[in-house]
């Protein structure tokens, strides 16, 4: 960990292991999916400790305060230290993953594969064939 004062955003999203890279890092920032105590961040835009983060990475949000700063990427176990996730956002995250399992456990799923006869009939069907 660093003990500076400010670091650029998309290193620090970075060294949090937010994203795998930093380019994906600023891809996001430039995508709009991260915001900084409220406003769109810029990827050079200095992070501080005790600022919010609002990230968007998929399907899934997070909420966090800058505890501390690092510029470098260190183990996971490092990079958790860096940040505090609110409550709330931790909640939310938790509903939508369970919403998503029960939507995959709701699916119907079928019994076996499909035989030869079926494949071509499922073929037909979706290239708009649907005769037969």
């Known amino acids: 960990m660093s003990d500076q004062d400010a670091v650029r955003v998309d290193k620090w999203l970075w060294?949090?292991?937010?994203?795998?890279?930093?380019?994906?890092?600023?891809?996001?920032?430039?995508?709009?999916?991260?915001?900084?105590?409220?406003?769109?961040?810029?990827?050079?835009?200095?992070?501080r400790a005790g600022q919010m983060l609002r990230i968007k990475k998929g399907e899934q949000r997070f909420e966090v305060e800058v505890v501390d700063v690092a510029d470098k990427r260190g183990p996971a176990t490092?990079?958790?230290?860096?940040?505090?996730?609110?409550?709330?956002?931790?909640?939310?995250?938790?509903?939508?993953?369970?919403?998503?399992?029960?939507?995959?456990?709701?699916?119907?799923?079928?019994?076996?594969?499909?035989d030869k006869k079926s494949r071509r009939r499922l073929r037909r069907f979706k290239q708009g064939d649907d005769a037969g």
């Open 15 to 47: 060294a949090a292991r937010f994203f795998k890279t930093r380019s994906l890092a600023t891809t996001a920032i430039k995508g709009g999916h991260i915001e900084l105590d409220g406003h769109k961040a810029k990827a050079s835009a200095a992070v």
């Open 78 to 114: 490092q990079a958790e230290q860096l940040y505090r996730e609110t409550p709330e956002s931790q909640g939310r995250r938790a509903d939508a993953a369970a919403e998503r399992r029960a939507a995959r456990l709701a699916m119907p799923r079928p019994d076996s594969r499909p």
